[in-house]
């Protein structure tokens, strides 16, 4: 295998690592020399602790010559430097791409990291993956282009010259270019699907609560969740088993027992055929998912994926999710006032970023948070501050919340006409380095596709559908209703059982 090479997906390492045809410690020294090389030029990776990593290693293998690994274990990821991890086990800080969090030691790790790897305490071993560092991401998780970094932005390994999405576009990226077989991301109202769109892998946001939030840097906690990234769908879905299941740390943890979602996607459906493993499954398009300012290379794409599932068997419906247009106000008025609320902690006193020689507690708070914060989370904050406000939180907040209840309804709605929505995750190809820099609200825009699915709590995968202008990848977006990530993964594995999109390779 080479340090870049796609062979090597999650499913394809377990095989080998079970197979004793590869070690976990000759994985992981390939995947660190690659970080050390492509790495560096994409901007990929915050942190690494080769020597950490290797321990992993040299434990996992040790797990395995005992036939206690799981089914991923000794397989290498990468965590979005948004999950914390315990800095004494790790040697790992986390920043969530901030300055205001610059060399923070965390004192434990993440959930979805521990279950992902060395276990929670009180509730035995985790997965046994090994961890290759920690991934660049937009700061504080605010971004849709991974640019608003206060360390480096993100490049596409597509093109160089334009962003990776955001603002999971670290882990996007690692995964396209090779460098790690799978990662660990979060999406807020488009975080995981935009960059797996533009990069050209696969990503699941799950439903709401399905993964612990416990150890994750808050953004916005009604929408923030954890999901994960990698080649295929058969990859997420064995991520997604190890990482879902409730935690009694997390009040906003779904009591429900880890699923293994790995099985639901391979379970045959109902009169289906292999030819047709699809049969019988009803797919909403919603017309407000096709409008007229939608990119004609990305409506194409879409449109033939959309035709490949037909083959398959299944039907198109056609449907209507009437507010989709409102999700962006929506989401622009909940999600920052959600962000004032949860960034207010950090005011240079008890920790994070601190100035040096504040005349007094007043210029403290000020000073600290104004050289901590970059320009994106202080629109943010901002914003959410003045529809929290005495006077606005009536007008805009106590609004947005009914429009939330009501997007919500409409997908339920629709979900009486068919199981899965599909449509485009973007409106367009990845666009270029700084296209953006000088108009915030372009890229607010351009999550237009991707915010309804986050304020209802739905479950959406990005899957890769071809390519558009430029040789770009373009995502199909497939929508479940609650807690039926089984249902999305197995329409989507079935589509790269007859695809190689999925299997493209970056030409840079």
């Not at 290759?132 to 937009?138: A, E, Q, R, S, V």
């Not at 808050?218 to 409730?246: I, K, N, T, V």
Request: overall charge neutral.
């Amino acid at each position: 295998m080479s340090a870049a090479g796609f062979a090597g997906g999650v499913a394809a390492l377990a095989r080998q690592l079970r197979g004793r045809e590869v070690s976990s410690v000759e994985l992981a020294r390939q995947r660190l020399a690659a970080i050390a090389g492509e790495g560096g030029a994409l901007g990929a990776f915050l942190h690494v602790d080769a020597e950490r990593t290797l321990a992993e290693a040299r434990t996992a293998d040790e797990r395995i010559a005992r036939g206690e690994a799981g089914p991923i274990t000794g397989v290498p990821v990468a965590h979005k430097d948004i999950f914390v991890t315990d800095f004494a086990r790790s040697g790992l800080p986390t920043t969530a791409g901030s300055k205001m969090l610059a060399g923070y030691a965390s004192p434990f790790d993440a959930t979805v990291v521990a279950r992902l790897g060395p276990g929670v305490p009180g509730e035995g071993p985790g997965a046994g993956m090994v961890t290759l560092g920690k991934l660049n991401c937009d700061e504080f998780a605010m971004g849709s282009s991974n640019e608003n970094s206060a360390y480096a932005p993100v490049l596409n390994p597509w093109d160089r010259t334009r962003v990776p999405g955001g603002s999971s576009g670290g882990s996007a990226a690692a995964v396209a270019a090779g460098l790690v077989p799978a990662a660990t991301g979060t999406d807020t109202g488009g975080s995981i699907r935009q960059p797996a769109s533009f990069c050209g892998v696969s990503g699941i946001k799950p439903t709401y609560g399905l993964c612990s939030r416990w150890g994750m840097v808050a953004f916005a906690s009604s929408l923030d969740q954890a999901g994960p990234l990698a080649r295929s769908a058969e990859d997420c879905a064995l991520l997604l088993s190890a990482m879902s299941g409730f935690d009694a740390r997390d009040a906003t943890s779904a009591e429900r027992p880890p699923a293994d979602l790995h099985a639901a996607m391979l379970a045959p459906r109902a009169g289906a055929t292999a030819a047709q493993p699809l049969a019988g499954l009803r797919i909403g398009l919603p017309k407000e998912f096709f409008p007229a300012a939608l990119a004609a290379d990305v409506g194409s794409a879409v449109r033939s994926a959309l035709a490949e599932l037909q083959k398959l068997g299944a039907r198109l419906v056609d449907v209507s999710l009437p507010r989709t247009e409102l999700s962006i106000p929506v989401y622009y008025i909940i999600a920052p006032a959600e962000a004032s609320s949860n960034l207010s902690r950090f005011d240079g006193v008890r920790y994070g970023h601190r100035t040096n020689a504040p005349a007094d507690l007043l210029e403290l708070y000020k000073k600290s948070r104004s050289e901590g914060f970059g320009a994106e989370v202080k629109r943010r904050i901002m914003i959410g501050t003045y529809v929290l406000s005495h006077g606005y939180y009536d007008a805009y907040y106590v609004q947005a919340q009914k429009l939330r209840r009501m997007i919500a309804d409409d997908f339920q709605a629709v979900f009486k006409q068919c199981e899965l929505v599909a449509g485009p995750v973007a409106p367009t190809v990845a666009w270029k380095l700084g296209a953006q820099a000088d108009d915030p609200v372009k890229a607010y825009l351009a999550d237009i596709f991707t915010l309804p699915a986050s304020l209802a709590g739905l479950p959406g995968m990005s899957v890769p559908a071809g390519t558009g202008e430029g040789g770009m990848p373009v995502g199909l977006q497939l929508i479940g209703n609650y807690f039926a990530e089984g249902t999305l993964l197995h329409a989507a594995h079935a589509l790269q059982q007859a695809t190689d999109w999925h299997l493209r390779e970056p030409k840079t």
